[in-house]
Structure formats: structure tokens, C-alpha cells
């Protein structure tokens, strides 16, 4: 049976009558889940067509999700939902509560018949060069969150350049990609000196700072911060064997060294504020209630998923900061 039929004279794009046959095909159930699609070269001879023509429809299926390809073997229906406008490459570094919130704010700005399929490289170069390669051509956009791996650039250069959005965190060998980003080094010191006057209470600052998972652009803020203003301060990787000692101030990264510190303070007899310092990275709706409230210093995850989703769909070339603010409770 032929799948594919071109009118010569229709008006509509050759290459478009060829997607438009496979969607018919799959919708009146002659192509199923599976199975094996007419080769480029039959669908080309048969309609007197350039291979040019028949591997730019397929690609068009390709990045829908609705094909896929073999290596050696040829194409195949990969899904029967042919409503699937985009299909979207989302990689983040690991999964949290404030990705989650960027994760929904994101999908709930793309509208409907775009799907997104999800990976986790976490912080691993291998992990991140496999996942890359193994999806070149399978998708419409590719929204890359490189994190702080190193030379990320010469792997995402595999993909094709006009569907490459970065995330979060960007570097200048990114700067051929449009963008939403965070500016940590700049971040950090602002929050830090919006909230300079309660700082100065405490006799010293310390962050905890596990270089393998953080942006450097944290750690060089907090720097420049204590050495513009004078602020006794160290740089630790863990809190193991660490005894807190009272006026002491922490900022604290992640999540699981926040309970963990929480912890080590009451373990101590010691008080919250009153005798140790907590500054947290990325807002929750936990650090809004956990002991009172905790003070962090956090980007809109909300508004970073939702102007994502607005590059996307409007194919901008942008490189937008997203903004970022020190939100003050009872922890300082």
C-alpha cells in the first residue's frame, strides 16, 4: 500500500503533503505504533521527489516525536498522537522543590500539544554528553540547564544551534544561545548587602560551599562581599566535625545541609538567629514556615519557566537575567 501521496500542483509545500500523508496514514490506522515507515529513497522515486524533500518531512516527525530512526534499519512510528506540535528536550541538573516550581511554571506557559520529556544529568559530564547525543534530531527545542560542567559547550554544539535555549546558569562560551539566567556573583552581593546591617551583628560568616555542585559566581560574590566590607569570614566544603560556635552566621546552598545545620544547632543548645545566623539559597515554601522562617536569597523560578516558555514559542534570541532578591525572616 503507499503511504505517501504529492500532488505536484496542490499549492501546499512537497515536503508538508508528505507529513500531512503520514498523520492520515496514522490516523486511519494503516501505520501503527511500530511500525516501519516507506524507505527515503521509495517515497522519493516514487514521487519524483529530491531525498532533500522526504528527510526535511521526516525530520518534522522526528523532532514532533512522531518518528524515529535506527541507525541502519530506517524510520518508525514512534507515536500516534500526531496533535504534538513541539517536542521538547528539557535537561535539568537534579530535581527539587524550586525546579518543580520552574519545571510547572514552564509547562504551564507552552500551551497545549507541546510535549516535554525530562532528563536529570546530575552533575555528571558523562551522564550529560550521553543524554545529548543520544537525542540529536529527536526534538523541536532543546533547553539545556549545564550547571557547572565543565566545557558543556563543545557537547551541546552537536545539536542544531537554532534550538538550543540555556538555563540557569551560562558562561561566555554559551553566548551563542539565547538565555535565561541567573547573575550569582552579582546576586549574592547585592543580597548580602541589602541585609549588611544584621550581618555586622554576627562576629563571622562562613558559607557552605561544595564547589562540585555550586556556581563559582557564588563563591566569588561572597568574597568580593567580605573583603568590600570588612566582614571576617571562611569557606567550607561540609559540616563534618564542625563545632558551631556562638555568632557565627551561615549561608547555606541546599537544602539537605539546611536541616542538617538546623539540626547541629539544637543538638548544641544553641538558638537560631539569637546565636547562629542562617542565610538560605532558593526559596521554598518550607524556609517560609521551617522554624519560623528562613532567610533566603532567591530568583523568581516562576517567572524564569514562564519567560523560557515565551522564547520558545516566539523563537527570540535573548539573554535575559532573571531577577533576584533578599527575602528576610526570623533566621538573622
Known amino acids: 500500500m503507499r503511504i505517501v501521496a504529492v500532488e505536484e500542483k496542490s499549492g501546499i509545500p512537497k515536503y508538508k503533503q508528505i507529513v500531512a500523508s503520514i498523520e492520515a496514514a496514522i490516523l486511519d490506522g494503516s501505520l501503527k505504533k511500530g511500525d516501519k515507515l516507506p524507505s527515503l529513497n521509495s517515497i522519493k522515486n516514487q514521487n519524483s521527489l529530491s531525498r532533500d524533500t522526504v528527510l526535511t518531512a521526516f525530520n518534522e516527525l522526528k523532532a514532533r516525536g512522531i518518528i524515529h530512526s535506527i541507525v541502519g534499519k530506517g524510520y518508525y512510528v ?18 527539587n522543590s524550586f525546579k518543580e516550581d520552574l519545571y510547572n511554571s514552564f509547562l504551564s506557559n507552552l500551551g497545549e500539544n507541546i510535549q516535554v520529556d525530562i ?104 568574597e568580593l562581599f567580605c573583603a568590600e566590607h570588612n566582614i571576617d569570614h571562611e569557606v567550607i566544603d561540609n559540616f563534618t566535625n564542625r563545632e558551631l560556635s556562638q555568632g557565627e552566621i551561615y549561608i547555606v546552598l541546599d537544602d539537605k545541609n539546611l536541616i542538617r545545620i538546623i539540626k547541629r544547632i539544637k543538638e548544641q543548645g544553641l538558638s537560631i538567629a539569637e546565636d547562629i545566623g542562617l542565610i538560605s539559597y532558593n526559596d521554598t515554601l518550607l524556609k517560609e514556615i521551617v522554624e519560623g522562617g528562613i532567610t533566603t536569597i532567591s530568583t523568581d523560578f516562576n517567572l524564569m519557566g514562564q519567560r523560557l516558555a515565551q522564547i520558545i514559542l516566539n523563537k527570540e534570541f535573548v539573554q535575559v537575567e532573571n531577577p533576584n532578591r533578599l527575602i528576610i525572616r526570623k533566621s538573622i
Open 78 to 95: 514512534n507515536s500516534e498522537n500526531v496533535d504534538v506540535n513541539q517536542k521538547i528536550f528539557l535537561l535539568f541538573d537534579e530535581f
Open 119 to 222: 532528563f536529570f544529568h546530575h552533575f555528571n559530564t558523562e551522564m550529560f554528553r550521553k543524554l545529548i547525543n543520544d537525542n540529536v534530531g529527536d526534538y523541536s527545542a532543546y533547553v539545556i540547564m549545564p550547571a557547572n560542567l565543565k566545557k558543556t559547550e563543545q557537547v551541546i554544539e552537536r545539536l542544531p544551534r537554532d534550538k538550543v535555549y540555556i538555563l540557569d546558569q551560562t558562561n561566555p562560551d554559551l553566548k551563542a544561545y539565547p538565555s535565561v539566567f541567573q547573575n550569582f556573583e552579582k546576586d549574592i552581593y547585592q543580597g548580602l548587602e541589602t541585609a549588611l546591617q544584621k550581618i555586622r551583628t554576627y562576629r563571622k560568616m562562613i558559607l557552605l560551599f561544595p564547589a562540585e555542585r555550586q556556581p563559582e559566581g557564588i563563591l566569588i560574590g561572597f
